[in-house]
């Protein structure tokens, strides 16, 4: 089955403590991406990567760092967790089509992450 | 700038009634609009888009069409289920002159909620 794999789903940490949400898909897509998700925010992403080892931030960057070392796998990493990255996190990807702008954004998300930073 | 602004929710409606979603849109250029759902639980999930003016998206009852004058695309469904209850995303494409980052400008979400 075609899918985007995030794990933890659900994480309670405390602040200051690294963590490493895991983001895997299976279709061989060359874009992913990370959004976070706020009540009266809709998402706003974070990193993107056009391909391996091709990043670059999005439009909440603060606090994150991601790596692309596999075309799979776009982990989001968070150094030193704040209250304020208490948040519901998506990862997703598509293909990138030449010529085709809009089939590069039909994005295929995760379930997505609940993260507490208390 | 690029920013979509969507009616506050939560829109509560009875099984078989009328739904209207209103977005309204911001951008340079002509981009692409979507729709998504997402469903309690669950990551978002393409309901449908439009690529250019006058573009209807279709796709399980609801549609929307992309209106370039009114700078617009509200979602319609003429008759709501219980299992449509579900929160639902205006987003656009930003056009970056020849480049396309693949980014999403979303809407804050509109809760739909349906009655038996």
């Known amino acids: 089955e075609a899918q985007v794999t995030q794990n933890p789903r659900y994480l309670i940490t405390v602040t200051g403590k690294k963590l490493t949400v895991t983001c895997s898909q299976n279709m061989n897509h060359e874009y992913m991406s990370w959004y976070r998700q706020d009540p009266g925010l809709g998402l706003r992403q974070i990193y993107y990567s056009m391909n391996v080892e091709v990043t670059d931030k999005g439009d909440v960057p603060e606090g994150y760092k991601v790596s692309r070392k596999e075309k799979r796998n776009f982990p989001l990493i968070l150094e030193s967790p704040s209250p304020n990255q208490t948040s519901l996190y998506f990862c997703a990807s598509s293909f990138r089509l030449a010529g085709d702008r809009a089939g590069a954004n039909v994005l295929t998300f995760g379930a997505g992450s609940r993260l507490t930073v208390l | 700038g690029n920013s979509v602004t969507q009616m506050e929710g939560p829109v509560t409606l009875s099984e078989e009634a009328f739904l209207t979603i209103n977005c309204t849109y911001t951008?340079?250029?002509?981009?692409?609009l979507f729709w998504y759902v997402q469903y309690p639980g669950e990551g978002l999930q393409l309901l449908l888009k439009?690529?250019?003016?006058?573009d209807k998206g279709s796709n399980k009852g609801f549609e929307a069409t992309y209106r370039k004058e009114t700078t617009s695309f509200h979602l319609e469904k003429g008759s709501v289920q219980v299992s449509d209850s579900a929160v639902y995303f205006c987003?656009?494409?930003?056009?970056?002159?020849?480049?396309?980052?693949?980014?999403?400008?979303f809407g804050q979400g509109t809760t739909l909620q349906v009655k038996p």
């Open positions: 439009a690529t250019k003016a006058d």
């Open positions: 951008a340079t250029g002509y981009p692409s």
């Open positions: 987003a656009l494409s930003p056009i970056y002159g020849s480049s396309n980052t693949g980014k999403l400008i």
